[in-house]
């Protein structure tokens, strides 16, 4: 118990010097260094929208639009930001995380996870509703399904591949570029200390 307390001390130090020296960064390195998460947020939307599409097409699904279109929008963004926030900008900032490579591996991850393939697995259910509730497609018996959806999706994910490699290889990048201003914003001198 005893020792909990200068732990808690000791994060609370390291947080508060780490946020003094970021705040010591140019405005636009900060704003990538405290908002990058959004930037995958914003890719996983988009790849959101383009599976939609394509599933849509598959299906031949004409209607309901935007109900379809909104949430496979805003879901994959919410789940990639917090995610990439949760899994890379936190631990970041707060130095629980100090190894480049384990920050681009991270971030990686987290950008072909929930960046590329979550979004794709998240327009089969939405679609496939749509597809069922409007009859636009003949869908499966009970007996077919697994091998019905790996049939219908397999051109998907192909066409998907290119969208997903990016979105990977965006969030690597963005992990090793936070990493770097982290590490430029820990060698700043403090601010209103004069250097000899």
Do not use: H
């Not at 790849?47 to 805003?74: D, E, H, K, W, Y």
């Not at 384990?102 to 950008?111: A, F, P």
């Not at 327009?123 to 409007?134: E, H, S, T």
């Amino acid at each position: 118990m005893e020792n909990s307390e200068p732990d808690t001390i000791k994060e609370n130090l390291t947080l508060s010097i780490i946020t003094r020296k970021i705040n010591q960064l140019p405005e636009v390195e900060k704003n990538l260094l405290e908002n990058g998460s959004a930037y995958i947020g914003l890719n996983a939307a988009l790849c959101g929208l383009i599976a939609n599409s394509l599933f849509r097409r598959v299906l031949n699904v004409t209607q309901a639009r935007i109900a379809a279109g909104l949430p496979m929008a805003v879901m994959p963004f919410l789940t990639a930001e917090l995610s990439y926030k949760s899994f890379v900008s936190l631990p970041l900032s707060t130095g629980n995380l100090s190894c480049e490579t384990c920050t681009v591996t991270r971030g990686g991850l987290v950008g072909l996870v929930f960046g590329g393939l979550y979004p794709i697995i998240l327009a089969i259910p939405v679609n496939g509703g749509l597809a069922a509730r409007y009859n636009s497609a003949l869908l499966p018996e009970k007996g077919n399904i697994l091998t019905y959806w790996i049939r219908i999706s397999k051109p998907v994910f192909r066409k998907m591949l290119f969208p997903i490699l990016l979105q990977t290889v965006f969030a690597a990048y963005l992990g090793s570029r936070q990493y770097k201003l982290l590490i430029k914003a820990l060698q700043l001198p403090e601010s209103g200390l004069e250097t000899p």
